[in-house]
């Protein structure tokens, strides 16, 4: 089955820089690549996704840009602020119908 | 998007008790509903995938008949966590699949927060 791994587990970064995750997957069968952020005890809100016939999507300050020959994946923050900071998980599926897999999660903290 | 509602958003119990969370789709019919738990710290695990009218599939590692499924229509599905123990609590959450959907997008219910003492 899938698996899909992310890096870093943790992330730190000053407010206006930009901050990077990246994920990689196994199963090169899969073809639609989640973001999504959750803030604590609530639900994972997506911010992004993107399509395995897509090389990159951009969505104001956020972007993700997809490697199929090399099966990764990774979320481009830029100007980040504080109300950035939340854990990030990526993800991945291959078909409507089947369950997402999810990384581990990237805490990711923006200071002022 | 669509809307999802869970019930209770959070429960407390007595160890040896069982629990039951509902989630529905409200606007939307859901063929497939996928349940989740996160510990605390972690990841989204899928638990079991439930197809309306059908038994549901439980992934390597979870108990089917400690955590039972019902899907029995295209706008509801439960999970009951039966004799709840304390390393039971977790942040159980349910995700339906558009009925007929052609993409992947996936919508979550709220969470059910689930504390076993």
């Known amino acids: 089955g899938e698996n899909v791994e992310q890096h870093p587990s943790t992330l730190s970064v000053q407010e206006g820089d930009s901050a990077v995750i990246k994920c990689t997957y196994s199963?090169?069968?899969?073809?639609?690549f989640p973001w999504y952020k959750q803030e604590l005890g609530k639900r994972p809100q997506l911010i992004i996704d993107?399509?395995?016939?897509?090389g990159e999507k951009k969505d104001q300050r956020i972007a993700v840009t997809l490697n199929k020959t090399a099966k990764h994946f990774s979320l481009h923050i830029t100007e980040t602020q504080p109300e950035d900071s939340a854990v990030y998980f990526c993800a991945a599926t291959y078909q409507a119908g089947t369950a997402l897999i999810f990384g581990k999660g990237t805490t990711l903290s923006v200071s002022s | 998007g669509a809307v999802v509602s869970q019930h209770p958003s959070w429960v407390i119990c007595k160890s040896g008790t069982s629990v039951k969370i509902e989630c529905r789709s409200l606007?939307?019919?859901?063929?497939?509903m996928f349940w989740y738990r996160q510990f605390p710290k972690q990841s989204l695990m899928l638990m079991a995938t439930?197809?309306?009218?059908?038994?549901?599939?439980?992934e390597q590692g979870v108990e089917k008949d400690k955590f039972l499924i019902n899907h029995a229509s295209l706008t509801l599905s439960t999970l009951t966590v039966t004799s709840a123990h304390p390393e039971d609590s977790s942040f159980y959450i349910c995700?339906?699949?558009?009925?007929?959907?052609?993409?992947?997008?996936?919508?979550f219910g709220p969470g059910t927060r689930l504390t076993v003492l």
């Open positions: 993107i399509r395995s016939n897509v």
């Open positions: 199963d090169s069968a899969s073809n639609y």
């Open positions: 995700s339906p699949n558009v009925a007929g959907g052609s993409y992947n997008e996936q919508f």
């Open positions: 606007d939307f019919q859901a063929t497939t």
């Open positions: 439930s197809n309306e009218g059908s038994k549901a599939t439980y």
